[in-house]
């Protein structure tokens, strides 16, 4: 089931199954990395971990520095990223970020994420699901600074997933990251892990898409830039 926060925050991705580990260790055979390079010493690491959303964070900024800039404009990149563990830790517009979730809260100009419920979607599924998960809710800081609204919901989140398409697309393009093997198909695994429950009305506040349709929509970016994801 897909958490949102209604109206206060724009939310990214659902909760991914725990598989019932504990402690911070994360695996993953290969890691995608702005340099390009591995951490094969220590893959499965919580220094790993952090390395990659360090990652994930400099290269939106980098990706959508250069969009703004190449239009004109100048980018304000998003204030802080804020890991939390409990309920409550964190809230946003007066209304309490879930466990299990990311989102991006437009209130504060943050993104917040539930640290073990991402080491564990990071246990399961792979390094790439991180930089699919921060880019998708940098995408909605985007949407802010673009001033886009859209009537339903699932348009809104659809289209974020078309823009962090496009950004790992582009980044990967520029150099800026380089794929390890595996790493596509660690972003259709979290894909599917996301889609709305069966049954889930495309209308209802909070619906983020299908699984298809969430796929659809990020390989749409990735393989056709922003020109596929409707921005105008």
Known sequence: MV????AATACAVGPVADDGGSGPGVPG???TS????TRADSPTSIEAFQEDIVDAVGSAETYWSAQFRASGQRFQPIRRI????REGEVSCGGQAVPRNNAVYCPAGDFIAYDVTWAVSA???IGDAFLYYLLGHEYAHGVQVRLRVRHQYTVEQELQADCMAGAYLGGSVQAGVLRLEEGDLEEFREGLLAVGDAPGQPWFAEGAHGTARQR???FFAGYERSLSACGLG
């Open 3 to 6: 958490v949102t926060l209604v």
């Open 29 to 31: 055979p290969g890691t």
């Open 34 to 37: 702005r340099d390009g390079t």
């Open 82 to 85: 804020v890991p939390y563990q």
């Open 122 to 124: 990071f246990r399961q």
């Open 215 to 217: 796929t659809e929509a």
